[in-house]
């Protein structure tokens, strides 16, 4: 079971630019978010030292997500967007290891009997 997101980060202007990009799914996770829903994660909320407006996404089909931390706005926007690229990192993965992927399927089957 694998998810890629590929995570850009750039410097434009006095910007810095974090996104999110979905590359992959393996079928099995994409089989569990069939059967129980999209793993889902809030790129907004808060991180260590700021919060954001809240942004939950779908995995699936919620990406990409681009934020932008101003340099002009706030002075510590580098620290705060590694911590942000650190800290959604975190929250992908407690999705899908401690969400998603907890979850099986012991229910469905196909088979037939004669009677």
Do not use: C, W
């Not at 694998?2 to 630019?17: A, H, L, M, P």
């Not at 994660?41 to 990406?63: H, I, K, M």
């Not at 942000?84 to 999705?95: D, G």
């Amino acid at each position: 079971m694998t998810v890629t997101i590929k995570i850009d980060k750039s410097v434009v202007g006095n910007t810095f630019r974090v996104q999110h990009t979905l590359v992959e799914i393996s079928q099995a996770d994409l089989d569990l978010m069939d059967a129980f829903g999209d793993a889902k994660v809030d790129f907004g909320g808060s991180f260590t030292g700021f919060d954001l407006p809240a942004n939950l996404r779908s995995l699936r089909t919620g990406l990409p997500v681009l934020n932008i931390f101003d340099k002009n706005a706030e002075p510590s926007a580098e620290t705060y967007a590694n911590t942000y690229v650190s800290e959604i990192t975190t929250r992908i993965i407690a999705s899908l290891d401690a969400g998603l992927r907890l979850n099986s399927d012991g229910f469905s089957s196909s088979g037939e009997t004669e009677y």
